[in-house]
């Protein structure tokens, strides 16, 4: 029988990746897509509502405040949705008998580690989109078995705006960029991503919990734009520089370890390097 499966928060970068390499699993899940203006989930009466009238065996948990600076002032707002309503999808998913697998950040960490955290590392976010995210995680062991909670790292893809998109952007446009040295982390691939996810259901996995899911490697800010510009050929566009001031602090290092995932999945993960090209490739190239 196949899965039913509810996405929501659908209409961002990671929504539109599950939904486009939703076709490759046509056969085993039913998927449900559902945008903010369709079920804002911060809305505990029509979230509550969507379960009673709709049985689903997985929610993937795509909807999250995800400006990380304008979090340190919409402090309420970034709480309402990455913790309060992140609770009231837990709850339900508890009653409705779904399993929930919800997305978190390598932000609840507050970088001063010098090798890569594992899931049992002590949290310590720095700032408020990081304090809302681990309130969002520490809700859903609080009110759920059944959870999958994945963190990952400096998110892009070839939709909306990313890192990785703005920079070749850009670049194209033949812009001198100053790209900051100071934090340390793995970009990540939605597209890795969201088959890591449609992996746990269609294989049933049952090992709930929570994992860090990067591609593997580790860079800068300016390793990863540099990289960037040698695609482009642009190389001397890019400069380095220390630090950049921010309205949110941010950790120096956050490279995850990924050997529960790996251990899990049975496979190695992807260079970070190969991910990315698999993206610059499918941006417009004029
Ligand atoms: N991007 C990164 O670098 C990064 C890094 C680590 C972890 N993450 C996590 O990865 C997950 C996916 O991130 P992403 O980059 O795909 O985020 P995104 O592109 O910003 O998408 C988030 C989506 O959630 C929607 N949303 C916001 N409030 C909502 C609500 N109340 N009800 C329903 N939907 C709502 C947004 O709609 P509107 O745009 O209309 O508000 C948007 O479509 C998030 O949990 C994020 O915290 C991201």
Request: glycine share 4%.
């Amino acid at each position: 029988m196949k899965s039913r499966i509810l996405v929501t928060g659908a209409n961002g970068q990671l929504g539109k990746t599950i939904k486009e390499i939703s076709s490759d699993f046509i056969n085993s899940i039913d998927f449900v897509f559902v945008e903010k203006s369709e079920l804002d989930i911060t809305n505990s009466e029509s979230l509550e509502l969507y379960f009673q009238s709709n049985k689903f065996d997985y929610c993937i948990n795509c909807a999250a405040y995800t400006n990380v600076d304008l979090a340190e002032t919409e402090i309420k707002k970034a709480f309402d949705v990455n913790a309060n309503a992140v609770k009231n999808l837990a709850v339900n998913c508890n009653t409705y008998n779904t399993v929930l697998i919800h997305v978190s950040t390598d932000y609840v960490f507050d970088g001063t580690k010098q090798s890569p955290y594992i899931e049992t590392d002590i949290t310590n976010p720095i700032n408020v989109y990081g304090e809302s995210k681990l309130l969002g995680e520490e809700h859903i062991r609080k009110h759920l078995d059944n959870y999958f909670i994945i963190r990952v790292s400096w998110l892009y893809s070839k939709f909306d705006k990313n890192f990785v998109k703005t920079i070749f952007n850009r670049l194209k446009e033949d812009e001198k960029l100053t790209i900051i040295t100071s934090q340390r982390g793995t970009p990540t691939s939605c597209h890795d991503l969201s088959y890591f996810i449609l992996f746990l259901i269609t294989n049933a996995i049952k090992n709930f919990g929570t994992y860090h899911f990067s591609a593997k490697g580790e860079t800068t800010w300016y390793g990863l734009a540099q990289y960037i510009s040698k695609y482009l050929n642009k190389s001397t566009n890019v400069t380095p520089i220390k630090d950049y001031p921010t309205k949110a602090k941010r950790p120096f290092y956050s490279v995850m370890n990924n050997s529960k995932v790996e251990q899990l999945y049975g496979k190695p993960l992807t260079k970070w390097e190969e991910c990315v090209d698999e993206v610059l490739e499918n941006l417009p190239q004029e």
